[in-house]
């Protein structure tokens, strides 16, 4: 078995009265594709923030490869290796695709505070071949703001490799983009998963994308967790079933 | 004991005058989303045309104080009359383009009544001829205090229940507050926003109106009302939080008792008091005392700022001859233009320095000037305290205003959008009362005189050459910087905080660097201005030099990295051919701003920009 990436252990976090996550831990080992799934207001977000530095939690701590993370900023998560992608798109509009990836990596390797050199002539080589790993290359030169949604996610993707990242966190990665697109976008994850060793935690709400492509599912109703295993056993699992109830099949649910 | 109740109810009579100018301004912004600069000259208008009508009904029916009533509010409708005019006619075609350019209109409109005010009343104070029961006291505590300031008191709270019925209690003043918060959303349910935000706007300059009537008989109508009382209704605005009345209430109650005291305790300092108390109170309150955090306001346009790229060659070429002409200059022109070819050099630098923030970072300052002012004093005091030669002055100068620019950024670059140009203003003003009022160290109005450059470059063209080099040189380091990693990261910064954060980027410290960065441009272009003209002035850090790098900025487009060149040039040319040919320069040069504004929405740079992008396809490098 691989080694572990990232532990998380007994999150805790109440906004007010409403307990958004209540003693979660998981774990995500490299070259794995961990879903977090659950019906809305289930706490996935809120867990993804406690996890990724944007909320700090009230209890339990993460850890990254041992490194414990927990009370760190986001830039700091993301210098010691987790690159990730939102919900909605969040690109540098004023810039072209290659320049974005170009800015992930001149801040990986320390050269913001530098006043001379341009930008736009720096590490063309290896935002280029990030850019094809994610197959933007063709549309490296056109700026991020005419691009379409589906390709945006793309080059969300680039950029979160451009630190050679140990952990991808992918809030709903295919949120937004057409059923063909989502594929297309996940079988894209999961090979670079595979084949850079990297840990994918990923939370979704289409199940076609969620079954066809997790090698382990972990389920979160009110806060908690409440099923883990592989597609099968969570689908089978009664809890998972009344959670989702109603729709008898969870596949195509939302 | 007497003397503190005495200075509080002076506080209270002031803080009603300030409240109803505040009040107006607040709602307008509310509704508007328009930082309204025209609300002072509302405000001055109110009190000129009180002078005019009081008077009038005065010879028609005896100095009744029935009458001098009938005067204040016909004024105040008047008033409210001309501001719905001015939304009519101007702001109504505006409300689409980017909030600055509203900011740049509602100056030309300032600068416009500026020119009106003096043609038709002339150059002089007009104090109202006070008759006798406008001169009583009463006694209070055993001291003798005005009763019209007595009566001042309670107009304050009047007005503020008068406005709680309003919004409260009519479907004005529910659709006042529905827009407040969501103004698409009003528009979607069927609400005609022409009509809502018209009549918004004649509420807000009859409340600016009548601030200006009430204050009459205890000042004169003068031509400079417009400018300084902007700056204290920007300061309750703010303090208040935008778009809450109450809040300009209590804010106006807290600043108004701060001049009152702050007049006794520290005479010499009682601007630098206020502002401070408006820095404090944004630190740890940063949207106002009563106020939240704005609704991101849908962008109306859906604009993107676009890719920036470098230059065209021919636009390269083009600088190189400009500059190779100017430099020339000395051979073949007189000594006047090579006076004006240093300030054109001068401007440019300043102009650069802000569009370094205001363009790639998003952080718009209302308050420049401060740092250009800073850098001509930080010259000026060292020549003065320690004998420093030009050439460390030339150094100091950016050293000077850079330290500053930190301590202010500091502070500053935690906010953002209005209250963040606010908190700028704040700054710059705190600055200028401290060069104006702290006469032993700055001179005062006075200035600092004998600020002459050394020897060597005194002569015809060797001061400009000097200017040419510093001041092109540093606006070419500036452009270096924003092609450079830095620039990336501090557009990285204003595209989207989140993502830069995400790849690793502090975004407040990068914004905080281009903050100090700006400040050294600004510095360094004092320090030059300060040997070219010899001496160092207040005013050049006032509201309108600040506004002066705005206009520059604005005039030749934020989102072109060429824009701020050519604007400073078109102004400053502009500027001084308008202003030796007319008369009424301030009526025309308003006026070219609102054209300007109405024509270019886009600033000059921009303009051509766009129009050479679409001779080219709309993705051609």
Known sequence: ???????????????????????????????????????????????????????????????????????????AIWRLGVGRTFQITATFASMTVRENVQCALLSHHGRIWTFWRAARRQFVAESDALLAQVGMLEQADRPCGVLAYGDLKRVELAMALANDPKLLLMDEPTAGMAPSERIALMELTKSLVRARGLACLFTEHDMDVVFGHADRIIVMNRGALIAEGDAASVRANPAVREVYLGSGETSGGH | ????????????????????????????????????????????????????????????????????????????LAVGAIGALIEMVLLRRIYRAPELFQL???????????????????PEDLPLPRPPWLRRFVEIAGSRFPRYDLILIFVGPAVLALLWFLFQRTRFGVLVRAATQDREMVAALGVDQRVLFTGVFFLGSTLAGLGGAIVLPMQSAFLQMDLAIIAEAFVVVVVGGL?????????????????AFGIVLVPKATLVLVFLVMAIVLMIRPYGLLGRPQAHARAATGAVEPVIRPAPAILGWAGAAALLIAAAAPFFAGPYIVTVLVELAVFVLFAASLHFMMGPGGIVSFGHAAYFGLGAYGAALGLRYLAVPMEAGIVLAPLFAGA?????????????????????????????????????????????????????????????????????????????????PFGYALRAARDSELRAEAIGL????????????????????????????????PTYISIPKSIDALLMVLLGGVQTVSGPIVGALAFHTLFLTVLQAFTWWRFILGLAIVLLVLAFPQGIAGFVRQRWERARGPEAA
Not at chain 1, 42 to 47: F, L, Q
Not at chain 2, 430 to 442: M, R, Y
Request: with cysteine; net charge positive; glycine share 12%.
């Open chain 1, 1 to 75: 078995m691989s080694a572990t990436v990232l532990e998380a252990r007994s999150l805790s976090k109440r906004f007010g009265g409403v307990h958004a996550v209540n003693d979660v831990s998981l774990a995500v080992r490299a070259g794995e594709m961990l879903a977090l799934i659950g019906p809305n207001g289930a706490g996935k977000s809120t867990c993804f923030n406690l996890l990724n530095g944007q909320l700090r939690a009230d209890a339990g701590e993460v850890r990254l490869s041992g490194q414990t993370l927990t009370g760190l900023p986001p830039r």
């Open chain 2, 1 to 76: 004991m007497d003397f503190i109740l005495i200075q509080f109810l002076t506080g209270l009579a002031n803080a009603s005058a300030l409240f109803l100018i505040a009040s107006g301004l607040t709602v307008i912004f509310g509704v508007t989303r328009i930082v309204n600069f025209a609300h002072g000259s509302f405000y001055m208008l109110g009190a000129y045309l009180t002078w005019t009508i009081t008077r009038a009904l005065w010879d028609w029916g005896g100095r009744e104080p029935a009458l001098f009533i009938a005067g204040i509010l016909l004024a105040a």
């Open chain 2, 104 to 122: 740049l209109a509602s100056f030309g409109v300032v600068l416009m009544i500026q020119d009106l005010a003096l043609a038709v009343w002339g």
């Open chain 2, 243 to 259: 778009g809450s009345v109450p809040g300009a209430f209590l804010a106006a109650l807290l600043i108004a008792q701060v001049q």
């Open chain 2, 404 to 484: 500053f620019g930190l301590v202010f950024g500091w502070f500053a670059v935690r906010l953002s959008g209005v209250y963040l140009a606010m908190l700028t203003l704040a700054f710059a003003q705190i600055v200028w009362a401290a060069a104006f009022q702290w006469v032993e160290f700055t001179g005062g109005d006075n200035g600092i005189l004998g600020v002459w450059p050394s020897d060597w470059a005194r002569g015809k063209g060797a001061y400009l050459w000097l200017a040419l080099a510093l001041c092109i040189g540093a606006t070419l380091l500036l452009r270096r910087i924003i092609f450079a």
């Open chain 2, 506 to 537: 502090n975004a407040v410290r990068v914004r905080l660097g281009a903050f100090v960065i700006a400040a050294l441009g600004a510095g360094l272009a004092g320090g030059v201005y300060a040997y070219a003209k010899g001496s160092v002035f």
